[in-house]
């Protein structure tokens, strides 16, 4: 699989203080520790893998475990390894696929919407206790410009599968 090639022209001082400081912050927020605090101020006793794909599922409609994997960039099979823990601990069902029966889809139930309400909300008053002292402008330029990023992203990542897939395509 081709990547598409970096600029062949160094990356401005901004752009490199971003990106170290995207790094620090996903150490941070990834951190075994960091997790399990969150975990007990949430009240909800679940790993990594877990909240990241029941936050994947809230975030959209039902999905099969196939595109929840493409959509976290992780194997199938963790997928359904944690699918399969999650629905044994009532926190997902399955559900048949509308446009092909043999399928299923992946949904939270009221118990996952329940559990990641109570994770957001742990992580939103983390967050809130964090940037206690910034101004309600400087909230909403850092929202409004964490938004455009994660967007520019997106673009940029699907543009570069597409150009993988077709390599004659330009721009």
Known sequence: MSTSPLPDVPASP???????ALTRITYLSTRARQHERLMALAGVPLDRAAVALLRRIADSEPLRPGELANRLGVEASHVTRTVQ???????VTRVPDPEDRRAQRVQLTEAGQVAVDRVREAGSRGMMLALADWSPEDLRQLATLFHRMVDDFLSHAEDGAERAADPTRTG
């Open 14 to 20: 901004e752009v490199v203080e971003i990106e170290r």
């Open 85 to 91: 823990q999650l629905q044994k601990s009532g926190y």
